[in-house]
């Protein structure tokens, strides 16, 4: 948003060591270390089924003078490691608790089918086909002299070729005796490389390997991105038409709600000071652009806002005679085109940014607006009853007092809360509720706050102070979204070189890239803004303000963000 300060970009804060996390979400912050974990236990997995001892090393002697042969096959028990610093395919195979040197005995062992080794990284779908192996045996390969009883054993080798489904039938008829006659070759050998079709890559928050110069970002490996507006110019539709309307200047803050049959409304608003206003993109169940339309309009610099338990929008204005407006974007609704001022904010007016709301009691709603000023208390706006009416009706508002004794209150003394605001939280910004807590930015001091709404207490804590990966989160945090699986808040970001989109983890609060400008490029002093999810969460939508874009994020895996 714009402020009447500008603050110097902070030092990069020092990395942290990566966290360990063991359920698939924890591990977006483990990209790299767990595709070696998974590579070593495979090979592992591999080591540990050969629990039948099997001949490995075969050694010929002749004696002289006689044609008779002599064949001693030794069952050795092989235990593979990983040194320290190694790569997961540099294997040493210990025989009998020592190294063979013997390069006979090595060739054998590399040989036979009781070690497989990766020549490559296991990715997501090669490693489901290597972790379940055939389930019906298949013949082993035959030594070079034949053994004298025979070595029942499954099969623990993969497949050629990946398989949707297991098979009912074994890939070859087991073997029924031992081979009497040594073959001079083995009947099937080991696969060393991942499948030759391109397994999907699995998304994680780290790396930023992928640069988009088109688009002018770098974003997270397994991810996809498309414009879907860009400002003065018209939007382009799904189906080759264009817009009535050029799209908006000064984007800001957004917020997605799903109309009839999946379609769903993206309320963006518009922070110009002269013709700022509220607008919606729409899109159908598949995410194609549809339409583009104004919904509120004759009001300044409508900043961000929020969403109603109701399927409506809340838009801010952030001046100083700004106030809070309800809108429709339903064009079924009897409120469509009709926006109302609410009750959420004062008579006077105030710098309004973002609204969250406590829906967890339905007849008495608890709204929470920010103020982007030095003395703007938090609003708490109790409704009663649903729906469009409950915010232009009769309500009780209070404001956020908070103590030094990590406690706070709410009070109906406004002085009061605006000197504690100036004293612990000023010029606030974002906020969200889940979970019985109220999460809200304290902007220029790049501090969150997070309010126990149940127990009266507060805690705060300085955004993108453990860092983890590619890029960096050190000018001030704008908005904030809680994510659908209450693991993860997303964060806009205003300033900097390579303004981006972060996300804190809620288990060890570390925070992470999803995407951001390229450092020094064209979005360099530019403000993300927009976060917003589609409502089957498969969507994710952000943009830049004075760039003036939209984009669409989709993960490669086609999994939903969390």
């Not at 999460?439 to 955004?463: C, G, N, V, W």
Request: aromatic residues 10%.
């Amino acid at each position: 948003m714009m402020t009447d300060v500008e603050y110097g970009h902070q030092s990069h804060q020092p990395h942290a060591e990566p966290p360990a996390h063991t359920d698939h979400d924890n591990q977006h912050f483990l990209a790299k270390y767990r595709r070696r974990i998974a590579n070593a236990m495979a090979v592992l997995a591999l080591l540990i089924a050969l629990t039948v001892p099997i001949s490995l090393i075969l050694k010929n002697k002749n004696k002289s003078g006689g044609n008779e042969a002599s064949t001693s096959a030794s069952a050795a028990s092989g235990t593979a490691k990983i040194e320290d610093g190694a790569a997961v395919n540099d294997v040493v195979v210990v025989v009998d608790g020592s190294v063979d040197d013997d390069e006979n005995n090595i060739t054998s062992l590399l040989n036979s089918p009781a070690l497989l080794l990766w020549d490559s990284e296991t990715t997501a779908a090669a490693a489901a086909v290597t972790q379940s192996p055939t389930p019906t045996p298949t013949p082993l390969p035959s030594f070079a002299t034949p053994t004298f009883s025979p070595t029942p054993m499954s099969s623990v080798r993969p497949t050629t070729m990946p398989s949707n489904a297991s098979s009912s039938t074994p890939s070859m008829p087991p073997t029924a005796s031992p081979s009497l006659q040594p073959s001079t070759s083995p009947s099937l050998a080991p696969t060393t490389r991942i499948p030759t079709s391109a397994p999907t890559t699995t998304f994680f928050f780290e790396d930023l390997s992928i640069t988009n110069d088109d688009l002018g970002i770098e974003m997270s490996a397994g991810l996809s991105v498309r414009l879907i507006a860009t400002s003065e110019k018209q939007v382009e539709f799904s189906n080759g038409e264009k817009s009535k309307l050029k799209y908006h200047t000064m984007t800001d803050g957004a917020g997605i709600i799903e109309l009839d049959n999946g379609s769903y409304a993206y309320v963006v608003n518009s922070e110009e000071s002269d013709k700022g206003g509220v607008y919606a993109l729409y899109f159908d169940a598949k995410g194609n652009v549809y339409d583009y339309r104004l919904l509120l309009k004759g009001t300044s610099r409508n900043c961000s806002g929020g969403l109603t338990p109701w399927k409506t929008y809340v838009s801010c204005e952030e001046y100083g005679l700004g106030q809070c407006h309800q809108v429709d974007p339903n064009p079924n609704s009897e409120h469509f085109d009709k926006p109302q001022v609410t009750l959420l904010g004062a008579r006077e007016g105030g710098r309004y940014e973002s609204v969250a709301v406590d829906n967890r009691t339905p007849a008495k709603p608890v709204f929470f607006v920010t103020e982007d000023h030095e003395y703007g208390a938090m609003r708490r706006f109790v409704a009663n009853g649903q729906g469009w009416d409950a915010l232009h009706q009769d309500g009780d508002t209070t404001f956020l007092y908070i103590k030094d004794d990590s406690t706070f209150e709410w009070t109906t003394n406004q002085i009061d809360a605006m000197m504690s605001a100036k004293k612990y939280y000023t010029k606030s910004e974002g906020v969200s509720f889940y979970e019985g807590k109220l999460y809200f930015m304290a902007k220029s001091e790049r501090k969150m706050l997070i309010l126990d709404l149940d127990q009266m207490t507060y805690e705060t804590e300085i955004s993108g102070k453990k860092f983890y990966g590619g890029g960096e989160f050190t000018s001030q945090p704008d908005q904030i979204m809680v994510g659908p699986s209450r693991k993860f808040l997303f964060f806009t970001e205003d300033g900097g070189d390579s303004p981006g989109i972060y996300v804190r983890f809620s288990g060890d609060k570390m925070y992470s890239t999803m995407f951001q400008g390229i450092p020094g490029g064209r979005y360099s002093d530019d403000e993300t803004v927009g976060i917003a999810l589609s409502p089957d969460n498969l969507r994710f939508y952000a943009g830049f303000q004075d760039a003036g874009v939209i984009l669409e994020f989709t993960r490669d895996d086609g999994l939903p963000f969390q």
